[in-house]
């Protein structure tokens, strides 16, 4: 019996020994399959985008293209969704952990088939409507650029005569100067005249051209994008030398294009020609100009005037032409913008003043357009139809009306224009910015970062991606496509934003595209449909008829509201590879966070609320995110990073820093002895939840949880584990707090070969920032530095380890007590930004320092940032021959008990400012150097000047007289 029950044991078990060997191998064979499957879904996926591409301009004069290309979009975006399943499930997996994720394996497999049999009837459409061929594209998408072309300068044309009087009079006499017409000799001369479109830059230059005498030929040249050479040769010919000289050349000949250019050079070559180039695109069409119709060896005091919307252009323009000129030309002046809307729709500005609603609504309106001159005209042109208590009501529809109003026509083609002239690598970039509100400032990093999480951005051999997506970012500006807003130190655009009419074509296209949508206080107005990215503005609601399987990116910019919502990192979101809630108006909980690791797309994650965060750690599942890129922690309670943070070897930027509400634990001891009392006791505190999330007081409940739960130290830095050595892509590091990381961790950072930016706070041991410096010196790519000791009784002293610090090293940060500056310091090439904080608040200085910047250091320094705890220093010195680039003096918490010497050593100055608590003995004296230095710098306070010592000094300055006002 024993005997049969174990025979009947091994043959079951050869049995599902042979079962799960024939499982597995079918298993293989399905896995083989997916991959070849997935190859042909990525073949396709590059042949419809390039069709999508060819389709952009042609489409909206086509019904059932547009209806096609909808189709071919949906369907590549859920290609590019099943592609990325199988790079997270599949791809990046080991052979043993593919064959155990079936449920996966088979998801992605279905997709495919459903995916292949769309692909087929897609193409099998295109089939039996003809709806697509090559060379009727071609032919007609060169037709629909012209003619749109052509319609956006007869309606800027109609405007010359209305703007005739309002805003151009300026501009004019600028650029006559600039062209300097009466000059009888030297070398032709370019000068560009560059802008957004609808700013008037045509109606500009044609002022000009009709103004200027004293040439002895001219000609006004409309260059199209796709403009024939002999025909621009022929209008060149005619319009310089007249009918007949044309007539004649040609004349019962066979003539070439170099026939013409010959005898175009050679007449010109000695006379004085004045031409216009208006409206140039790109930098091809320019070269042929310039080598072919312009002799390079006049000397007649010629003058070539360009019109684009491109800087680049400009630039690459006026190049190779001494002491040509570019004329940057900005919207109208506010009050010039009023009075050509008030013009066009027939009021007058008494009527203005006499009407409180319509003097409100006018100067909206005026906001809206940009102050764009084919805007104001455009728009006022339908408001002069209605009465003005119906001008609101269509202000609210412009948004609408520029997609259906037949008079705002021009101005979308405007912008669609400039969109559709994009490189395709830029044009979901452009999109993407439709998901900010409007007038909103975009900061460049967090805009650049996002653009890399989604793909956008294409990387370079030997080029930081982070650089390529600025790049970008440059592109668009130059092109006029975007307003830079701000600008750090060293001129590079920190924020930008989007002209609100060019947001309201963008959001119009973005929407039409199926590629974003927002919404503003409703959360319903989001319709069910295909969206990639999604931004919620009012209140975070997700509606449940959007299909969020397929979202890409969600923003949030509103609350949450009282009744329950989604957790933001809900596994609907499975695809989400962005979620950015920096401007969430609601408080980040635990709880919203501790399912982030469902989420394996991500690569961009900020939580840096406005409104705070009460995260405290970061889950162990965290490592599953292995594709990501950014990580923004400010904010948080978050005080050390889990050990699988090295484990996601794709990340470039980790932010991590505590909350500033924290900084009020330094406090609890004394103003709530009851309640540390209970935390110093580890007792439960119970009414926690009693607090409304609203309240303020919810702050302090926290606190003292995590006060409780040992989780709130007096620090705001992060600890960092063992292994951080592995991330080796690490673009951005801060703010680690070196008195709680290992020795062996401290060590590993210097393995950060990539690091551009470190922030540390210093801890007591000498021995561990001693390994610490040594590990900075190993950092050959890092560019900003941040030491924090202000609560470490060792200070600054590690500074001295330094020998030879990171060569490119632009923005250094100190704070803490330190009594000599090392030399290394003052001898960095580099360095453009310097912020010294002296002191530490627990132990007050009464030692009066003295701050010498010595002759030859600091040599390309332009800002100088000096602060401290109320402490007092005897004197600022600048030696003759210090910092000669220096621009700008930030002075706080810090008082001179002898002043400021040697400004007069500071050519390029423009600015000290002493700000909150920040004092200058004998500012009298301080104030006539700086009414006399040659820069003219402003002396800015934040204090009234009777406030602080003038020392001998009592009359007032008219330089602190304006310093007040500004």
């Not at 540390?760 to 941040?786: D, E, F, P, Y």
Request: aromatic share 6%.
């Amino acid at each position: 019996m024993a005997g049969t029950a174990l025979s009947m044991a091994r043959s079951m078990l050869g049995v599902a020994i042979h079962v799960a060997a024939s499982a597995a191998a079918d298993e293989m064979s399905l896995l083989i399959g997916v991959r070849k499957d997935i190859w042909f879904i990525k073949d396709e996926l590059e042949t419809m985008q390039a069709f999508l591409m060819v389709a952009e301009g042609i489409k909206e004069k086509d019904m059932l293209l547009k209806v096609w290309a909808k189709q071919v979009r949906d369907l590549s975006y859920n290609i590019e969704d099943c592609l990325g399943e199988f790079m997270v499930h599949v791809a990046s997996q080991s052979l043993s952990l593919q064959l155990m994720k079936l449920k996966d394996r088979h998801r992605i497999a279905m997709q495919i088939r459903d995916l292949k049999s769309r692909l087929e009837e897609v193409s099998s459409r295109n089939t039996r409507y003809n709806l697509i061929d090559k060379n009727q594209i071609l032919t007609r998408t060169i037709d629909e650029r012209d003619s749109c072309m052509e319609d956006i300068r007869n309606q800027s044309g109609s405007n010359i005569a209305e703007a005739e009087l309002v805003g151009f009079f300026k501009p004019k006499e600028e650029v006559i100067k600039l062209i300097d017409a009466h000059a009888r000799n030297g070398p032709a001369l370019v000068v560009c005249i560059v802008g957004m479109g609808g700013l008037g830059k045509t109606t500009l230059t044609r002022k000009v051209y009709d103004s200027v005498e004293d040439f002895s030929c001219s000609a006004w040249i409309t260059v199209s994008q796709s403009f024939v050479r002999m025909e621009f040769l022929k209008d060149m010919i005619k319009q310089l030398f007249g009918d007949e000289a044309l007539k004649n050349l040609l004349d019962g000949k066979v003539v070439r294009e170099e026939n013409l250019a010959n005898h175009l050079r050679k007449e010109l070559l000695e006379k004085k020609y004045f031409v216009v180039l208006d409206d140039l695109w790109n930098i091809d069409d320019w070269k042929w100009i310039r080598s072919i119709a312009f002799p390079s060896s006049n000397i007649k005091g010629s003058r070539i005037m360009v019109t684009t919307r491109d800087v680049s252009l400009a630039e690459k323009c006026t190049l190779e032409f001494p002491r040509s000129a570019i004329y940057h030309h900005e919207p109208l002046e506010t009050n010039d913008a009023i009075i050509l809307l008030l013009q066009k729709t027939r009021k007058s500005e008494e009527d203005m003043k006499n009407d409180d609603n319509m003097r409100n609504i006018v100067t909206k309106i005026v906001k809206k357009s940009g102050r764009l001159p084919l805007a104001i005209l455009t728009i006022g042109g339908i408001l002069a139809t209605r009465v003005v208590s119906e001008w609101k009501s269509i202000y609210n529809q412009l948004p609408s009306e520029l997609e259906t109003n037949g008079s705002l026509e021009a101005m979308r083609r405007m912008v669609t224009l400039s969109y559709n002239n994009l490189p395709s690598h830029l044009k979901s970039c452009f999109l993407y910015l439709s998901i900010f509100p409007d007038d909103f400032e975009i900061k460049w990093r967090r805009l650049v970062d996002r653009w890399i999480s989604e793909g956008f951005v294409i990387a370079k051999a030997g080029v930081s991606v982070v650089d390529v997506g600025r790049s970008y970012l440059n592109d668009l500006i130059k092109r006029s496509m975007i307003q830079p807003s701000s600008w750090d130190v060293e001129g590079n655009v920190k924020s930008c934003r989007v002209h609100d009419i060019v947001r309201d074509v963008m959001v119009s296209i973005a929407r039409d595209e199926k590629f974003a949508c927002s919404t503003w206080d409703n959360p319903t107005s989001i319709p069910g449909d295909n969206f990639r990215h999604v931004a919620y503005q009012g209140f975070w609601c997700p509606d449940k008829c959007l299909d969020w399987n397929h979202v890409r990116s969600l923003t949030v910019f509103g609350k949450r509201p009282m009744k329950p919502a989604p957790s933001v990192c809900s596994p609907d979101f499975r695809m989400l590879r962005t979620l950015d809630l920096h401007d969430a108006q609601f408080e980040i909980t635990q709880e919203d966070i501790n399912t982030i690791g469902s989420l394996r797309h991500l690569k961009y994650v900020n939580l840096r609320s406005h409104r705070g965060s009460h995260v405290y750690k970061l889950p162990r599942s965290i490592e599953k995110l292995q594709g990501l890129q950014t990580l923004d922690i400010r904010g948080s309670y978050v005080t050390s990073l889990p050990a699988e943070i090295t484990k996601l070897h794709s990340l470039r930027s980790l932010r991590c820093r505590k909350s500033e509400a924290t900084d009020s634990y330094q406090n609890l001891h004394t103003h709530y002895p009851m309640m540390c009392c209970i935390s110093m006791f580890h007792m439960p505190v119970l009414f926690t939840h009693l607090v409304s999330p609203t309240d303020k007081s919810s702050d302090m409940m926290m606190e003292f949880h995590m006060a409780w739960t040992g989780r709130l130290p007096n620090y705001d830095g992060v600890r960092v584990p063992r292994g951080i050595g592995n991330l080796k892509e690490l673009d951005i590091l801060e703010l680690v707090d070196i008195e709680r990381t290992s020795r062996k961790a401290v060590k590993e950072l210097g393995q950060l070969i990539k690091l551009r930016k470190l922030s540390v706070k210093l801890g007591k041991s000498m021995q561990k920032n001693k390994i610490l410096s040594a590990s900075i010196q190993k950092l050959t790519s890092l560019r900003s530095l941040s030491l924090d000791a202000r609560l470490r009784t060792s200070g600054l002293k590690c500074l001295h380890s330094i020998s030879s610090p990171p060569p490119l090293l632009s923005t250094l940060h100190l704070q803490g007590d330190i009594e000599e500056m090392p030399d290394w310091v003052g001898n960095l090439v580099h360095l453009v930004k310097f912020k010294l904080r002296l002191g530490n608040p627990r132990e007050p200085d009464t030692r009066m320092n003295i701050l010498v910047f010595r002759a030859e250091t600091f040599i390309n320094l332009r800002v100088l940032g000096l602060a401290g705890w109320w402490r007092p220093v005897r004197e600022l010195i600048f030696e003759e021959g210090t910092a000669p680039h220096m621009e700008r003096i930030k002075i706080s918490r810090l008082a001179f008990g002898s002043g400021i010497t040697g400004i007069t050593h500071l050519p390029k100055l423009k600015e000290i400012s002493l700000g909150w608590g920040g004092r200058v003995a004998k500012l009298g004296v301080l104030q006539q150097e700086v009414d006399v230095h040659p820069s003219h710098p402003v002396l800015q306070l934040e204090r009234h000047w009777r406030e602080h010592d003038l020392g001998d000094v009592v009359q007032e300055s008219s330089t602190l007289a304006r310093a007040e006002q500004t």
